[in-house]
């Protein structure tokens, strides 16, 4: 016990001296396993099955170390954290709260006080910077206890590894060299290939792109040497914000000594198309793709580690960040800042000190943002992190505009003249349509070789695209999220393909090939919507510039057949106001900004719609936190879908042989079948199950949280596409109501 509890301190306290911490998380580490020095537990060692409560102890004796002034205040927030580090960060006052633990009696043996020496002096770190409302301060507070704990959760994960390792007499290679020394030979990889990009490249050099996407890039890196905190970088699409927002992170990173480069998107489809692009510059052995994984945890299960090789040591890194290029999903990154398990809050400690990069910044969850950009200030204030919001329709989120939680952003715009920018890069005209039907739609892409339809729902794609085949059309491909994710990969290549051989290619698709996705067609249809995602539709026309602007159109239209969700509904209504008011150019920034602001206002009562902000609360010398509440409201995701498992690829068959076989843990497993799962609702579950087309994955240890295909030849799962669930009424018979 005092090896590990010496183990974990020290390797907690490392992690925790990058935001000032060390000595709370090595206090928080120390005591964790208090509940361990007890005969209950030395008789598990001997073979009971008992429960113990293990984690109690060091939560009460944590408060009884006399620790005064603020050093109390981070005393409390580290017994939140070590009565949570196995089923999760607890709430003071609700839903078996930690208020009522802490009175319960726990005996533990005395011996524990001979063998390690707890001191709670000096806990608050000494620069951390407090906001001025009570509100606010709560947040950071329940921030830092969340911070102190993910350093907890990797000193014990960390020194349990090396405790396998040694009695195994393995090695688990999981360290890789500082950022601080790879960035000299980053620099040259990168300087290397935008060389070379820009002599491959689709836009010949010395062309007005070439030298635009060129100056916008010099521009980008030379404020690299600026003070840290947050920029924004607004570039319309065609403009290389990619690329520049590497090269910014990478100087910025070298010039302030940062640890770690974290870039952000919204779809895995960016995701994969960025992390591609970056290990193409920086090397693939550098840069870990963590999407946003299907959730498993089994709070009380020791994990077991063996000999890795280098694709096991990135998926192990995944678990808390350690590589020094991150790739990953807003889900990922977003609710882990809001967690209170032990899993998604290990990682949180390898955002200190590193360089964000949020790609698609319009997309920044609404229902959640005025948490979110707590969050962020949190980030930059208190944790050295610099952030770069990059987007061709940057969101009013300066506190000027948004006043009631809004971003310190004037001046700190990294792309030279974004109004100008737009000018030079108006790619396409903006047509209003109207109501059109779906055979106005087929008729309209019969005459275009090359077009891109995008509408609102997963229903409408499918209805379309299946009364396109029957009028013949050629070239004729269905892009929805019925496709698992390496299916859509494989499509999106093909899409590539077909448009650069000049081939007919006719995408139907939803609005996952709206932001950021690398697809340039001569004329793109958008079902009504707002104007960032309309703007960001507009982006997948006329890419390279090929054709002139007056003959590439963006067509907007109101579906005559499916109805418009509520809520796209009400955008596309700020949408024509906005329209209407900068008739010239509705994709400028001043629009974008004015949408955004218009947007904002009407919802302000929903920018915090369960009131997360509030479930922190100091009470006097009571911290009043409901940890476990706002992880269980801050999801991104629709809660209400299921995955369902396509398994129909070798490599999807051998993980749910994993999955099924007890003796493996299923995080690994989990972690592939991401790849090959789609989400569906419940009620559509039920039906493809009751048809004899899916399965529960192991249902006696599992419950019925995964699903999977039964039948590979006839199942559910169609080549053209994917997961069909409508085609359950056929197969139970004419009584199944939908």
């Known amino acids: 016990m005092k090896d590990h509890l010496l183990g974990a301190a020290t390797r907690a306290q490392e992690v925790g001296q990058e935001f000032g911490a060390g000595r709370a998380a090595f206090l928080a580490a120390l005591l964790h396993d208090l509940g361990k020095y007890s005969s209950a537990f030395q008789k598990r060692l001997t073979g009971t099955k008992d429960k113990v409560d293990h984690s109690t102890a060091g939560a009460q004796e944590v408060l009884n170390l006399n620790a005064t002034g603020l050093d109390r205040h981070v005393a409390q927030l580290i017994a939140f954290g070590i009565a949570g580090h196995h089923a999760g960060l607890p709430n003071w006052s609700e839903d078996s709260p930690l208020s009522v633990r802490l009175t319960k009696s726990v005996p533990v043996d005395e011996v524990w006080k001979q063998e390690i020496k707890p001191d709670a002096s000096a806990l608050m770190p000494p620069s951390f910077i407090w906001e001025r409302k009570a509100k606010d301060c709560a947040f950071q507070s329940a921030f830092l206890g969340r911070m102190i704990f993910s350093c907890l959760i990797d000193g014990d994960h960390r020194d349990t590894e090396a405790y396998f390792d040694e009695i195994k007499g393995t090695s688990t290679p999981r360290e890789w060299d500082s950022l601080e020394v790879l960035i000299p030979s980053l620099a040259l990889r990168f300087e290397s290939y935008v060389k070379t990009l820009a002599s491959t490249s689709t836009s010949k050099l010395g062309s007005p792109l070439h030298l635009l996407r060129q100056t916008i890039l010099s521009s980008v890196r030379a404020q690299s040497s600026n003070d840290k905190g947050f920029f924004t970088l607004t570039v319309p699409t065609g403009g290389g914000k990619t690329i520049a927002s590497l090269g910014f992170a990478l100087d910025h990173a070298q010039k302030h000594g940062l640890k770690r480069i974290i870039y952000v998107a919204p779809f895995t489809s960016i995701i994969d198309q960025t992390a591609r ?199 004729l491909i269905h892009l929805t999220t019925r496709q698992y994710p390496a299916h859509r990969q494989r499509i999106m290549a093909s899409i590539r393909q077909r448009l650069t051989d000049n081939l007919p290619c006719r995408v139907i698709a939803t609005s996952l090939v709206e932001a950021g996705v690398d697809l340039d067609f001569p004329a793109v249809w958008r079902a009504e919507a707002g104007l960032d995602q309309i703007a960001q539709a507009a982006g997948r026309c006329n890419r390279e510039g090929k054709l002139r602007t007056d003959e590439s159109f963006i067509t907007v239209f109101t579906p005559a057949e499916h109805k418009t969700p509520k809520d796209i509904k009400r955008l596309a209504q700020n949408f024509e106001t906005i329209v209407d008011e900068f008739p010239e150019d509705p994709f400028s920034p001043s629009a974008i900004r004015a949408y955004f602001k218009d947007v904002f206002w009407q919802t302000a009562d929903d920018l915090d719609r369960y009131k997360l902000l509030e479930k922190f609360v100091i009470n006097g010398s009571e911290l009043d936190y409901s940890y476990k509440t706002v992880a269980q409201h801050y999801r991104l995701i629709d809660d209400s879908q299921v995955p369902i498992f396509i398994v129909r690829e070798p490599e999807a068959i051998e993980a749910i042989a994993a999955l099924t076989d007890p003796s493996q843990r299923p995080g690994p497993a989990l972690r592939v079948l991401q790849r090959y799962t789609v989400q569906v609702y419940p009620k559509d579950r039920d039906l493809l199950y009751l048809a004899g087309k899916i399965a529960p994955v192991q249902s006696e240890r599992l419950g019925d949280r995964f699903w999977r295909t039964c039948d590979l030849d006839s199942g559910p799962y169609d080549d053209q596409v994917g997961l069909v669930w409508e085609k359950a009424d056929e197969l139970l018979g004419d009584n199944c109501q939908f």
């Open 277 to 475: 692009v970056f290990r193409d510059i920086l090397g693939g052995d550098l840069v870990l793709e963590h999407h946003s994984a299907i959730d498993f945890e089994k709070g009380d299960q020791e994990a077991e580690f063996r000999e890795l090789d280098d694709e096991a040591k990135l998926r192990l890194a995944m678990d808390d960040w350690a590589a020094p290029v991150i790739v990953t999903t807003s889900v990922q990154f977003f609710e882990s800042l809001f967690a209170n398990r032990p899993s998604k809050c290990r990682k949180l400690q390898a955002i200190a000190n590193s360089v964000i990069i949020i790609d698609e910044a319009q997309t920044l969850p609404r229902p959640f943002l005025l948490p979110t950009l707590a969050a962020l200030r949190e980030l930059v204030k208190n944790y050295g992190v610099s952030i770069v919001l990059s987007t061709a329709t940057q969101p009013a989120l300066d506190e000027n505009d948004l006043t009631n939680g809004g971003l310190p952003l004037q001046g700190r715009e990294l792309a030279p003249d974004p109004a100008n920018l737009a000018i030079k890069l108006k790619r396409t005209t903006l047509k209003r349509a109207g109501v059109l039907t779906d055979a106005q739609l087929i008729e309209s892409l019969h005459r275009q070789d090359q077009g891109l339809v995008i509408v609102n729902t997963r229903r409408h794609a499918l209805s379309l695209y299946r009364a396109a085949s029957v009028a013949g059309l050629d070239g």
